[in-house]
């Protein structure tokens, strides 16, 4: 059994997290002929989907782009970079505490390091579609500045969002099974209402208010302003996404600890 208020050291946390992430990466990847890629080949194939119905079979002009070679692929794999990486994050982290409930029910161990590892692990994706994203970048002959040197912060704060929500999805999906599979609709819906395949100025008026207090749009426009605009991300907008975050995983943390005496007994 869980002993629920045992608080390990520093040092054994961190041991765990990395027997638990090894653990997890295996769990996906091993035996598996392309590996981590299975991870983000659906979603290039949706963008390579969204790049030709926008600009080869609509001849759409957004304003977003300048017409050059990629140049609106570079634009959605910029942004929708950090969304896989949060998506795949979130629907690991929703079934961290049922995939593992002999670990949950059996072993004296922090319950938070079940979808915390899931959420680390979503980093992996998200390199591979940096790869990607890089990939195109150089053989459209353009190139990233100094501002990279802010993507550690970046990652940061998409990680800290991802944790906070994946800790509520991991205790609801204890006490609701059926939460793994409404996820992908609202993902589907989440991704409409973020400007990762046009932008926020190019949508009405309400739906841009929804915009404007979705820290997801300071997340993906940080990433966009990096990789497609070689600009510095708004501080404004990418403080706004840490005090969100931050919030988000201060009362994810009280409500998972108060209820994962009871979602020990239903895994």
Known sequence: MVAVGVTPSPNRLLRLLRVQLRQELQLRYVGSIAGVYWSVINPLVQVLVYVVLVTFIFKAKLGATSGGKFDYAIFVLAGMSPWLAIQDGLMNSA???VR???IVKNVVF?????PGTAVVASVAPLFVSLVTLGCLLGA???????SLVTLPLLVAVQLLFTLGFGLFLAILTAFLRDLQFILPVIFQVVLLITPILYLASDVPHPLAEIMRINPLTYIVDGYRRVFYYDAWPSALGLGYATLFSLALLAAAIAVFRRLKGYAEALV
């Open 110 to 114: 922090p319950l938070e390091l079940l």
């Open 140 to 146: 459209s002959g353009r190139s990233v500045g100094v």
């Open 100 to 102: 593992h409930a002999s």
């Open 95 to 97: 079934s961290s505490l």
